[in-house]
């Protein structure tokens, strides 16, 4: 597989988050590889939505892509519980039913999201030399405060 592709690196970054998460769900994980896990999953969600997507909506993708943002919404609550419960200290094994519920809902997102919308974005690569995204997704950077745009208010 070419790691120059737009898919080949995200599915790198859906396997190092999953790593993250199931340590705490079969209970041989740190809560501080599941805080890295979580960081890595926000910021691998904000490359999706401000470079990934919009290009690929506006190409036709529209309805997988809110999709993804839905389901992207409906997952954000419980990364940025986890986030505050690593941060204060919380036991991994009261971390695990959350854990599980995310897991449970990435193992849905992403391979929907590998075989649609992944497939897509390398088809753009290759059709756009003039605007590559994966330039765009090294040189993205999230801010601190950002919020997926479907997240529960
Ligand atoms: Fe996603
Ligand atoms: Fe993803």
């Known amino acids: 597989m070419d790691m120059e592709l737009p898919s080949r690196l995200l599915a790198v970054q859906h396997?190092?988050?999953?790593?993250?998460?199931?340590?705490?769900?079969?209970?041989?994980?740190?809560p501080q590889a599941l805080a890295a896990a979580l960081k890595l999953l926000r910021e691998h969600v904000y490359v999706e939505e401000y470079v990934l997507f919009p290009p690929l909506a506006g190409a036709g993708l529209t309805m997988p892509v809110f999709v993804m943002k839905r389901e992207?919404?409906?997952m954000w609550p419980l990364i940025r519980g986890?986030?505050?419960?690593?941060?204060?200290?919380?036991?991994a094994a009261d971390l695990r039913e959350d854990a599980l519920m995310?897991?449970?809902?990435?193992?849905?997102?992403?391979p929907k999201e590998e075989q649609i919308v992944y497939a897509a974005a390398d088809r753009?690569?290759?059709?756009?030399?003039?605007?590559?995204?994966?330039?765009?997704?090294?040189?993205?950077?999230?801010?601190?405060?950002?919020v997926c745009a479907l997240a529960p208010h």
């Open 15 to 30: 396997h190092q988050i999953d790593q993250g998460v199931e340590g705490i769900v079969d209970g041989t994980g740190e």
């Open 72 to 74: 992207h919404g409906e």
């Open 82 to 91: 986890l986030e505050a419960a690593c941060a204060a200290g919380v036991a």
């Open 102 to 110: 995310l897991l449970q809902r990435l193992k849905v997102h992403n």
């Open 124 to 146: 753009h690569e290759s059709a756009h030399p003039d605007a590559p995204l994966l330039q765009a997704m090294a040189a993205a950077r999230m801010p601190e405060d950002w």
